[in-house]
């Protein structure tokens, strides 16, 4: 299959949540200019990307010196085969472009995040692939990005007629697009990816779809999982390896390559759960030792600590981690 030829080749480089819009952003600030980003940290292959908000400036979005930017997400606009950034804004919203061009700005690249865990990802309510390849390929275009990233999880993992148009889509916009880098960010746990995660690769392969990475949720596994979130995080990418290996036919070295993690910082919403700074420099250094293709978090707007009266105890807030921090520090940390 030719995506075992772009990830044995090339190297792999693919949150859960849902990134908040322009007028409910109070902690938002028009955002300093980034320093110039590195694509890895010294010595290492391993890059940075965070997930940013795509409307909204943070203080925070720029801290850890990012080479990538996840731009957190376009759903569909209702019912219809509409992409929009959060489920309400236009894809060409002057405000959106305006923050897109600021972002890059550091020399960074974006990556167009579509899906998450709210509303309704495109291929879902895309009658055809004709259609749902236009709606990706709008979005990509107005964000001036070739890096297509699919945060697929919930009913949509499941759900394997939108699984289907999405491969086939997908496959289009890559003939159309030859540059264009498909990520696919999936739920893991520690025993790694399940059935339904494990579907939508083997969907990728039958397409030829060329996967540049696969990006592990590394986050709320479940009530019983209230230890070492990144020994948990660890083993779920263990797990996951020898599985990517099988899928792809990939070797070891490659299969690490091949990867990327996502860590949700500071409180989870799964009580219980806390992701450390602690946590966070381990996960680095795993990563740099295995050589995984990025490191990411969700998300930059939540790096800083919360202020009293934001949050309720072990509850996971939205713009805040929930944890003693400095501003920022979840991006230096995992930056390496």
Known sequence: MTCLLALAVTGCSPGSGTAPDAASAAPATSAAAAPAPTAAAAGSSTSYAPYVSATTAYATDSAGSPATYNLAFVISGGSGCTPRWNGDLAIGD???????????????????????????????????????AEAYGRALDAAGSDQADFDIEGDALGDSASVT???????????????????????VMPDGLDADGLALLESANTYDVQVA?????????????????????VTAA??????????????DAAAWRGMALT???GVNDIAGETFTLADATRVRAFAE????????????????????GERAQDDAATECSGVTQEQGAFGRALAG
């Open 238 to 251: 263990t797990s996951a390896h020898g599985q990517l290996k099988k899928v792809f036919g990939l070797s």
């Open 165 to 187: 148009r999405r491969s086939r889509a997908i496959e289009r916009l890559q003939k159309e697009r030859p540059r264009l880098k498909v990520t696919y960010t999936l739920p």
């Open 289 to 308: 030792e295995k050589e995984i293709a990025w490191v990411s978090m969700w998300s930059a707007f939540r790096d800083r600590r919360c202020a009293k």
């Open 263 to 265: 860590s949700m910082i």
């Open 94 to 132: 002057p405000a959106v472009t305006s923050r897109i061009a600021a972002l890059k700005k550091s020399g960074a690249t974006v990556r167009v995040s579509f899906g998450g865990a709210s509303g309704k990802e495109l291929a879902a309510v895309c009658a055809g692939v004709s259609a749902l």
């Open 213 to 233: 990475a696969v990006n592990l949720m590394t986050m709320n596994y479940g009530e019983s999982y209230t230890g070492d979130m990144a020994g948990y995080a």
